[in-house]
Protein backbone atom coordinates (compact mmCIF):
# COMPACT_ATOMS: atom_id res chain seq x y z
CA UNK A 1 0.00 0.00 0.00
CA UNK A 2 1.12 3.13 -1.03
CA UNK A 3 1.20 6.01 1.51
CA UNK A 4 0.57 9.57 -0.38
CA UNK A 5 0.11 11.38 3.35
CA UNK A 6 3.30 13.52 3.99
CA UNK A 7 4.53 13.72 7.46
CA UNK A 8 4.34 16.97 8.54
CA UNK A 9 6.42 16.70 12.03
CA UNK A 10 9.07 14.74 12.67
CA UNK A 11 9.08 13.30 16.49
CA UNK A 12 11.88 11.88 18.61
CA UNK A 13 10.08 9.99 21.83
CA UNK A 14 11.17 11.16 25.28
CA UNK A 15 10.58 8.46 28.21
CA UNK A 16 10.84 8.90 31.16
CA UNK A 17 10.46 6.27 34.67
CA UNK A 18 10.71 7.74 38.20
CA UNK A 19 10.94 5.24 41.02
CA UNK A 20 10.83 2.61 38.23
CA UNK A 21 7.25 1.28 40.17
CA UNK A 22 4.67 0.31 37.71
CA UNK A 23 5.01 -1.22 34.11
CA UNK A 24 5.07 0.80 31.22
CA UNK A 25 1.45 1.57 30.72
CA UNK A 26 1.76 3.65 27.49
CA UNK A 27 2.00 1.99 24.12
CA UNK A 28 4.77 3.52 22.21
CA UNK A 29 5.33 2.91 18.54
CA UNK A 30 8.28 0.73 17.50
CA UNK A 31 9.98 3.85 16.37
CA UNK A 32 9.52 7.02 16.04
CA UNK A 33 7.48 8.34 12.58
CA UNK A 34 9.64 9.63 10.15
CA UNK A 35 10.05 11.04 6.69
CA UNK A 36 12.11 8.98 4.43
CA UNK A 37 14.90 10.26 2.56
CA UNK A 38 14.19 10.59 -0.72
CA UNK A 39 15.51 7.08 -2.09
CA UNK A 40 16.80 8.39 -5.57
CA UNK A 41 17.69 11.56 -7.47
CA UNK A 42 14.93 14.02 -7.87
CA UNK A 43 14.10 14.87 -10.82
CA UNK A 44 15.56 18.18 -12.39
CA UNK A 45 13.87 20.89 -10.40
CA UNK A 46 11.58 19.19 -7.98
CA UNK A 47 11.81 20.91 -5.03
CA UNK A 48 11.91 18.12 -2.36
CA UNK A 49 11.34 17.74 1.16
CA UNK A 50 12.35 15.37 3.62
CA UNK A 51 13.32 15.57 6.90
CA UNK A 52 14.17 13.80 10.45
CA UNK A 53 14.60 13.89 13.77
CA UNK A 54 16.25 11.51 16.12
CA UNK A 55 18.08 11.21 19.30
CA UNK A 56 21.90 11.96 18.76
CA UNK A 57 23.83 8.78 18.52
CA UNK A 58 21.25 7.02 16.22
CA UNK A 59 23.18 5.24 13.74
CA UNK A 60 20.68 6.06 10.92
CA UNK A 61 17.66 7.96 12.20
CA UNK A 62 15.25 5.75 9.74
CA UNK A 63 16.29 2.15 11.27
CA UNK A 64 16.73 0.98 14.77
CA UNK A 65 19.65 2.62 15.40
CA UNK A 66 21.83 2.44 19.12
CA UNK A 67 19.24 4.84 20.29
CA UNK A 68 15.74 4.77 19.16
CA UNK A 69 14.49 7.31 21.86
CA UNK A 70 15.42 9.31 24.76
CA UNK A 71 15.01 7.42 27.45
CA UNK A 72 15.92 8.24 30.98
CA UNK A 73 15.36 6.55 34.50
CA UNK A 74 15.80 8.97 36.83
CA UNK A 75 14.71 10.72 40.27
CA UNK A 76 12.74 13.79 40.96
CA UNK A 77 14.74 16.80 40.79
CA UNK A 78 17.51 15.06 38.21
CA UNK A 79 18.94 17.22 35.65
CA UNK A 80 19.38 15.44 32.43
CA UNK A 81 21.23 17.30 29.37
CA UNK A 82 20.97 15.53 26.53
CA UNK A 83 21.00 16.61 22.39
CA UNK A 84 17.96 15.06 19.59
CA UNK A 85 19.54 15.63 15.85
CA UNK A 86 17.75 17.24 12.89
CA UNK A 87 18.05 15.95 9.53
CA UNK A 88 17.18 18.14 6.06
CA UNK A 89 17.33 15.25 3.54
CA UNK A 90 16.04 17.63 0.77
CA UNK A 91 17.27 20.19 -1.25
CA UNK A 92 15.56 23.14 -0.51
CA UNK A 93 16.26 24.69 3.34
CA UNK A 94 13.84 24.74 5.51
CA UNK A 95 12.63 26.04 8.73
CA UNK A 96 11.15 24.14 11.81
CA UNK A 97 9.58 24.96 14.63
CA UNK A 98 10.98 22.80 17.43
CA UNK A 99 8.74 21.96 20.67
CA UNK A 100 8.35 18.98 23.39
CA UNK A 101 5.24 17.73 23.98
CA UNK A 102 3.25 15.22 26.11
CA UNK A 103 2.20 11.79 24.98
CA UNK A 104 -1.40 9.45 25.87
CA UNK A 105 -2.90 6.52 24.69
CA UNK A 106 -5.82 7.28 22.99
CA UNK A 107 -9.22 5.32 22.85
CA UNK A 108 -7.66 2.78 20.85
CA UNK A 109 -4.47 2.41 22.71
CA UNK A 110 -2.41 3.87 20.31
CA UNK A 111 0.57 6.32 21.40
CA UNK A 112 -0.84 9.62 20.47
CA UNK A 113 0.47 13.27 21.04
CA UNK A 114 -1.67 16.40 22.17
CA UNK A 115 -2.41 18.91 19.28
CA UNK A 116 0.60 21.41 18.94
CA UNK A 117 -1.22 24.02 19.90
CA UNK A 118 -2.05 22.98 23.41
CA UNK A 119 0.53 24.07 26.00
CA UNK A 120 2.39 20.26 27.90
CA UNK A 121 1.77 20.08 31.31
CA UNK A 122 4.12 17.07 31.73
CA UNK A 123 7.36 15.54 30.61
CA UNK A 124 6.78 17.87 27.35
CA UNK A 125 6.94 20.79 30.01
CA UNK A 126 10.24 20.08 31.92
CA UNK A 127 12.30 20.08 28.41
CA UNK A 128 13.83 23.12 27.63
CA UNK A 129 15.84 23.98 24.22
CA UNK A 130 18.00 26.86 23.16
CA UNK A 131 16.10 28.33 20.48
CA UNK A 132 11.89 27.40 18.90
CA UNK A 133 12.94 27.59 15.57
CA UNK A 134 15.99 26.85 13.49
CA UNK A 135 16.30 26.94 9.84
CA UNK A 136 18.80 24.11 8.54
CA UNK A 137 19.81 24.50 4.77
CA UNK A 138 19.48 21.35 2.34
CA UNK A 139 21.53 18.01 2.79
CA UNK A 140 22.44 19.34 6.24
CA UNK A 141 21.88 18.15 10.14
CA UNK A 142 21.98 20.25 13.26
CA UNK A 143 22.53 18.77 16.82
CA UNK A 144 20.00 20.60 18.68
CA UNK A 145 20.71 20.51 23.08
CA UNK A 146 17.69 19.65 25.14
CA UNK A 147 17.67 19.94 28.98
CA UNK A 148 15.37 17.79 30.73
CA UNK A 149 14.39 19.57 34.98
CA UNK A 150 12.75 16.92 36.41
CA UNK A 151 10.19 18.43 39.12
CA UNK A 152 11.03 17.45 42.25
CA UNK A 153 7.67 16.72 43.04
CA UNK A 154 7.06 14.44 40.03
CA UNK A 155 4.98 11.76 40.21
CA UNK A 156 6.40 7.88 40.71
CA UNK A 157 6.11 6.09 37.04
CA UNK A 158 6.50 6.46 33.69
CA UNK A 159 5.75 10.11 31.46
CA UNK A 160 5.95 9.44 28.15
CA UNK A 161 6.36 12.79 25.45
CA UNK A 162 7.71 13.61 22.29
CA UNK A 163 9.87 16.57 20.72
CA UNK A 164 9.12 17.79 17.34
CA UNK A 165 10.33 19.16 14.43
CA UNK A 166 7.14 20.79 12.87
CA UNK A 167 7.58 22.41 9.26
CA UNK A 168 5.08 25.14 10.01
CA UNK A 169 6.71 28.24 10.41
CA UNK A 170 4.98 31.62 10.12
CA UNK A 171 5.32 33.07 6.89
CA UNK A 172 5.50 36.96 5.95
CA UNK A 173 3.03 38.73 3.40
CA UNK A 174 4.83 41.30 0.57
CA UNK A 175 3.81 44.18 3.03
CA UNK A 176 5.72 41.99 6.43
CA UNK A 177 2.01 40.99 7.64
CA UNK A 178 2.86 37.89 9.09
CA UNK A 179 0.91 34.49 7.99
CA UNK A 180 -0.20 31.37 9.44
CA UNK A 181 1.69 28.53 7.98
CA UNK A 182 0.85 26.27 10.23
CA UNK A 183 -0.64 22.78 8.98
CA UNK A 184 -0.79 24.14 5.52
CA UNK A 185 -1.64 28.11 4.34
CA UNK A 186 -4.36 29.23 6.83
CA UNK A 187 -7.75 30.10 4.91
CA UNK A 188 -11.43 31.41 5.16
CA UNK A 189 -14.01 29.07 4.17
CA UNK A 190 -13.80 30.15 0.29
CA UNK A 191 -10.03 30.02 0.28
CA UNK A 192 -9.11 33.24 1.16
CA UNK A 193 -5.32 33.47 2.70
CA UNK A 194 -5.60 34.77 6.14
CA UNK A 195 -4.03 38.04 6.56
CA UNK A 196 -3.20 38.44 2.60
CA UNK A 197 -6.07 40.34 0.67
CA UNK A 198 -6.24 38.95 -3.13
CA UNK A 199 -4.53 35.81 -2.60
CA UNK A 200 -6.57 32.65 -2.64
CA UNK A 201 -5.04 28.80 -1.90
CA UNK A 202 -6.70 25.56 -2.54
CA UNK A 203 -5.21 21.94 -2.21
CA UNK A 204 -2.81 19.82 -0.10
CA UNK A 205 -0.93 23.38 0.88
CA UNK A 206 -4.23 25.00 1.76
CA UNK A 207 -5.94 24.83 5.34
CA UNK A 208 -9.79 26.01 4.94
CA UNK A 209 -11.47 26.57 7.93
CA UNK A 210 -8.82 24.72 9.62
CA UNK A 211 -9.02 21.46 7.97
CA UNK A 212 -6.56 20.50 4.92
CA UNK A 213 -8.45 17.95 2.83
CA UNK A 214 -5.58 16.36 0.76
CA UNK A 215 -7.36 14.72 -1.86
CA UNK A 216 -7.53 15.17 -5.61
CA UNK A 217 -11.26 15.87 -5.96
CA UNK A 218 -11.28 18.17 -2.68
CA UNK A 219 -8.13 20.46 -5.04
CA UNK A 220 -11.03 20.75 -7.91
CA UNK A 221 -13.93 21.50 -5.59
CA UNK A 222 -11.87 24.18 -3.95
CA UNK A 223 -10.84 25.32 -7.10
CA UNK A 224 -14.54 26.01 -7.97
CA UNK A 225 -15.30 27.68 -4.74
CA UNK A 226 -11.69 30.31 -5.65
CA UNK A 227 -12.94 31.19 -9.20
CA UNK A 228 -16.84 32.14 -8.19
CA UNK A 229 -15.09 34.07 -5.13
CA UNK A 230 -12.76 35.90 -7.13
CA UNK A 231 -15.54 36.75 -10.01
CA UNK A 232 -17.37 37.82 -6.78
CA UNK A 233 -20.41 35.08 -7.52
CA UNK A 234 -22.55 32.77 -5.14
CA UNK A 235 -20.08 29.70 -4.51
CA UNK A 236 -21.18 26.37 -5.48
CA UNK A 237 -23.23 24.93 -2.64
CA UNK A 238 -19.97 23.34 -0.39
CA UNK A 239 -19.34 20.03 -1.04
CA UNK A 240 -18.60 16.88 0.93
CA UNK A 241 -14.93 16.00 0.93
CA UNK A 242 -14.13 12.72 -0.58
CA UNK A 243 -11.36 10.85 -1.68
CA UNK A 244 -10.64 7.02 -3.17
CA UNK A 245 -7.58 4.83 -3.45
CA UNK A 246 -7.15 1.43 -5.10
CA UNK A 247 -5.03 -0.73 -3.16
CA UNK A 248 -4.08 -4.30 -4.36
CA UNK A 249 -7.71 -4.57 -5.82
CA UNK A 250 -9.91 -2.86 -3.18
CA UNK A 251 -10.97 0.45 -3.68
CA UNK A 252 -11.11 2.71 -0.62
CA UNK A 253 -13.30 5.44 -0.25
CA UNK A 254 -14.50 7.93 2.20
CA UNK A 255 -17.01 10.32 2.18
CA UNK A 256 -17.17 13.00 4.75
CA UNK A 257 -15.17 13.63 7.98
CA UNK A 258 -14.36 10.18 10.09
CA UNK A 259 -12.18 13.39 12.47
CA UNK A 260 -15.20 14.65 13.77
CA UNK A 261 -17.21 11.60 14.46
CA UNK A 262 -17.05 10.05 18.08
CA UNK A 263 -18.98 6.64 17.29
CA UNK A 264 -18.82 3.80 14.04
CA UNK A 265 -21.96 1.93 12.72
CA UNK A 266 -21.31 -0.91 10.38
CA UNK A 267 -24.33 -0.12 7.28
CA UNK A 268 -22.94 -3.24 4.83
CA UNK A 269 -20.91 -5.96 5.07
CA UNK A 270 -19.10 -7.94 8.03
CA UNK A 271 -15.98 -6.28 7.93
CA UNK A 272 -16.01 -4.71 11.01
CA UNK A 273 -17.10 -7.99 12.78
CA UNK A 274 -13.74 -10.15 11.79
CA UNK A 275 -15.78 -10.82 8.22
CA UNK A 276 -14.48 -10.35 4.64
CA UNK A 277 -13.31 -6.36 4.14
CA UNK A 278 -14.87 -6.36 0.90
CA UNK A 279 -18.03 -5.42 0.44
CA UNK A 280 -18.19 -3.36 4.17
CA UNK A 281 -20.09 0.27 4.25
CA UNK A 282 -19.31 2.17 7.43
CA UNK A 283 -20.74 5.19 8.79
CA UNK A 284 -19.26 7.66 11.20
CA UNK A 285 -21.62 9.50 13.85
CA UNK A 286 -21.55 12.68 15.69
CA UNK A 287 -23.90 12.52 18.08
CA UNK A 288 -26.86 11.67 15.65
CA UNK A 289 -25.77 13.01 12.70
CA UNK A 290 -23.85 11.03 9.90
CA UNK A 291 -20.56 13.09 8.96
CA UNK A 292 -18.91 10.30 7.05
CA UNK A 293 -19.14 7.23 5.51
CA UNK A 294 -16.33 4.69 4.00
CA UNK A 295 -16.39 1.63 2.05
CA UNK A 296 -14.31 -0.97 1.05
CA UNK A 297 -15.36 -2.45 -2.45
CA UNK A 298 -18.55 -1.33 -2.46
CA UNK A 299 -18.10 1.53 -4.43
CA UNK A 300 -21.94 1.41 -6.13
CA UNK A 301 -23.21 1.45 -2.24
CA UNK A 302 -21.13 4.31 -1.47
CA UNK A 303 -21.41 7.39 -4.31
CA UNK A 304 -25.40 6.61 -2.37
CA UNK A 305 -24.20 8.01 0.91
CA UNK A 306 -22.44 11.08 -0.70
CA UNK A 307 -26.22 13.17 -0.21
CA UNK A 308 -27.04 12.15 3.21
CA UNK A 309 -23.79 12.94 4.39
CA UNK A 310 -23.69 16.47 3.05
CA UNK A 311 -27.39 16.49 4.52
CA UNK A 312 -25.97 15.85 8.02
CA UNK A 313 -28.44 13.12 7.84
CA UNK A 314 -29.41 10.83 11.45
CA UNK A 315 -28.40 7.31 11.87
CA UNK A 316 -32.15 6.21 10.89
CA UNK A 317 -31.58 7.53 7.81
CA UNK A 318 -28.50 6.00 7.24
CA UNK A 319 -30.05 2.74 8.07
CA UNK A 320 -32.89 2.84 5.98
CA UNK A 321 -30.73 3.52 3.00
CA UNK A 322 -28.31 0.28 4.20
CA UNK A 323 -31.54 -1.64 4.10
CA UNK A 324 -32.74 -1.47 0.43
CA UNK A 325 -29.20 -2.89 -0.62
CA UNK A 326 -30.82 -6.10 -0.09
C1 LIG B 1 1.45 8.90 -4.68
C2 LIG B 1 0.16 9.66 -4.43
C3 LIG B 1 -1.04 8.99 -4.50
C4 LIG B 1 -2.23 9.67 -4.28
N1 LIG B 1 -3.40 9.00 -4.34
C5 LIG B 1 -4.54 9.63 -4.15
C6 LIG B 1 -5.76 8.95 -4.25
O1 LIG B 1 -5.80 7.75 -4.51
N2 LIG B 1 -6.91 9.63 -4.07
C7 LIG B 1 -6.91 10.97 -3.79
O2 LIG B 1 -7.99 11.55 -3.63
N3 LIG B 1 -5.77 11.67 -3.66
C8 LIG B 1 -4.57 11.02 -3.84
N4 LIG B 1 -3.41 11.70 -3.71
C9 LIG B 1 -3.45 13.12 -3.29
C10 LIG B 1 -3.67 14.02 -4.46
O3 LIG B 1 -2.73 13.73 -5.48
C11 LIG B 1 -3.48 15.44 -3.99
O4 LIG B 1 -4.40 15.69 -2.93
C12 LIG B 1 -3.73 16.44 -5.11
O5 LIG B 1 -2.88 16.17 -6.18
C13 LIG B 1 -3.49 17.85 -4.58
O6 LIG B 1 -3.52 18.73 -5.65
P1 LIG B 1 -2.73 20.11 -5.54
O7 LIG B 1 -3.04 20.83 -6.79
O8 LIG B 1 -3.03 20.76 -4.24
O9 LIG B 1 -1.19 19.73 -5.45
P2 LIG B 1 -0.27 18.98 -6.49
O10 LIG B 1 -1.07 18.03 -7.33
O11 LIG B 1 0.87 18.44 -5.67
O12 LIG B 1 0.23 20.12 -7.43
C14 LIG B 1 1.18 21.08 -6.99
C15 LIG B 1 2.01 21.46 -8.19
O13 LIG B 1 2.83 22.59 -7.83
C16 LIG B 1 4.11 22.37 -8.35
N5 LIG B 1 5.06 23.15 -7.52
C17 LIG B 1 5.51 22.88 -6.27
N6 LIG B 1 6.34 23.83 -5.85
C18 LIG B 1 6.42 24.72 -6.85
C19 LIG B 1 7.12 25.94 -7.02
N7 LIG B 1 7.89 26.42 -6.06
N8 LIG B 1 6.95 26.61 -8.18
C20 LIG B 1 6.14 26.13 -9.15
N9 LIG B 1 5.45 24.98 -9.04
C21 LIG B 1 5.59 24.30 -7.92
C22 LIG B 1 4.33 20.88 -8.25
O14 LIG B 1 5.33 20.46 -9.14
C23 LIG B 1 2.94 20.37 -8.65
O15 LIG B 1 2.80 20.21 -10.05
C24 LIG B 1 -2.21 11.04 -3.95
C25 LIG B 1 -0.98 11.70 -3.87
C26 LIG B 1 0.20 11.02 -4.10
C27 LIG B 1 1.50 11.77 -4.00
Known amino acids: MSSWRRLLTATALLAVALGALAPSSW ?47 VDPGATITDSVTLYNYGNTQLTFRIYATDA ?13 AEEPTDVGSWVTMPQANITVPPGRQVVLPITLDVPANATAGDHVGAILAANDAEGTGPDGTALDLTNGVACGPTGRVLGLPGVW ?42 FWSDQFGLKIQLIG ?10 LLGTGLTGGPVRGTVVGYLAGDAL ?8 ARYVARYRALVADGADRAAARELAATFG
Do not use: C, K
Open 27 to 73: AGPDRPAQDPPPTSESPQGEVVESWALAPTGSLDPNEAGNRTALSYD
Open 104 to 116: FNNEDGQFDLIPG
Open 201 to 242: AVGDAARWDGHRTEHWTSAGDQAAVVAHDVLGAEPPPPTVPY
Open 257 to 266: RPDRADAVEP
Open 291 to 298: VAVAGFGA
